[in-house]
């Protein structure tokens, strides 16, 4: 089949979003050669022609002619028109965004949550809740494969919209290819910074439903009652909650114990990991999550929310807690700090978790259900 690709469009402040974006696209294309398929990038800057050469590249920014119209990319009747010129038989969409409802395609689900928890304003206020739902709605019903990542995400997809279990295909998020490059743990990337050591390490944007807040009670609990300071280093960039994290430090007077880094780059992120004492990762959202895969693979102990599907993504590797308690989050971080052949037992089995199943894997699941569909797309002609 031709294929058409979008080269990945996830801002890089979007954290586990841009990388999963940038780890697909890449891994898939890696895979294209060794598959039947012919690939074609659709472009929305210079950059991906230039990383990729040896495929066919079409220019997918607005002619200027064209009228500018509001809603989503497939209601643009530009879009649809060069798809027809360039014969795509097939769309495999790996970001987030869905270019065509009338050529078959394959759409990725990473988390329904404003159907689960809609009171979270990042889901809800701002007309975001009918956004997300006439998104998901249309694309996931039309859609020829839905991609999940768990049972619970399947369940979800199945309950929310009806879609038939058989167009539901599961493919587990990999662990990021820059987290399993073997380097050794260096501090001096940190240098900058002066962090103490031993650490709590949580890089999340700060979105409410993250719960920096619950951590932070749960830090304050373990100084208050076993005199226990542990400090806190929080990456991430603002999406609206980073003041009221701020003002919470400021009043509990926990600002000697918080380090807040904001955006920071690749190498620092693979350096906090390496260096922390754990990763606590209490966000309310699920089904799936990167940055416990990014921290099994990069040695540092793992300490999860239970949050539908997270039994499934990490297994016996992390150390599961409700993220609405924060004394079960205190004890957690208390029995990994005082014991260290627990941490040293987490660590052993977040790397074997974490090379369960990769970039290639998902790629190679991909191409699969290509090579299923193709029997299905020659009934009828490519124009």
Known sequence: MRVGILSPVA????????TFDHEIFERVLDCADGSKH??????????AKSL????????????????RARGYPWEQKWIGEILKREKIEFFLNTSFETITVDIPFLVVVLDLQHRLQPFFPEVSADGVWKSREN???QTLKRAAFVIVGTDAGREEVTTFYGVANERIRKLPHPTPQFALAEIVADRSALAQYELPRDYVFYPAQF??????????HAILELKQNDNLRLPVVFTGSDHGNEGHVRRFVQDRQLYDQVHFLGHVSRETLRALYQNAFALCYPSFFGPENFPPLEAFALGCPVIAADVPGAGEQFGDAAILVNPANESEIAQALKAVYHDKAKRDELIVRG???????????????LIALLDEFQSIR????SA
């Open 135 to 137: 998104f998901f709605a």
């Open 38 to 47: 012919e690939f074609v990038i659709f472009d929305r800057n210079a950059k």
């Open 378 to 381: 020659r009934c009828w002609p």
């Open 52 to 67: 990729w050469p040896q495929f066919q590249h079409v220019d997918l920014t607005r002619p200027r002619l064209a009228r």
């Open 11 to 18: 801002a890089e402040n979007l954290g586990g979003g841009h």
């Open 207 to 216: 979105w409410s439903h993250k719960n920096h807040i619950g951590l932070l």
């Open 351 to 365: 790397k074997e978790r974490a090379r369960r199943f990769t970039g290639a894997d998902f790629a190679k699941g």
